[in-house]
Nanobody, 115 residues
């Protein structure tokens, strides 16, 4: 069983920045396909960004140029650097670790963008 734990959420003003971290257990972390998702109240969970084991990245259009996903395999951790935050970025952010055929979710971390 892979444990996935997110951290780094909080309250930030519009235009501000946050960095989310996601630690995943297991000796195969470097092989995991990692993703950040978010779920706003009353809406479905959607992909924000993901990163392959080789470091290739993919972003939702609404966060391109503002968010950056990265990984540190030595620390079994993936990051989501979020800049120029907007109120519409408010959501619970979830980390997903995937090594086919299984995937694992964290408990989520709340990000609130408000003045």
């Amino acid at each position: 069983q892979v444990q996935v734990v997110e951290s780094g959420g909080g309250l930030v003003q519009p235009g501000g920045s946050l960095r989310l971290s996601c630690a995943a257990s297991g000796s195969l972390f470097s092989l995991y396909f990692m993703g950040w998702y978010r779920q706003a109240p009353g809406k479905q969970r959607v992909l924000v960004a993901d990163i392959t084991s080789g470091g290739d990245t993919n972003y939702q259009d609404s966060v391109k140029g503002r968010f950056t996903i990265s990984r540190d395999n030595a620390k079994n951790t993936v990051y989501l650097e979020m800049n120029s935050l907007k109120p519409e970025d408010t959501a619970v952010y979830y980390c997903n670790a995937r090594l086919a055929p299984r995937d694992y979710w964290g408990q989520g971390t709340q990000v609130t963008v408000s003045s």
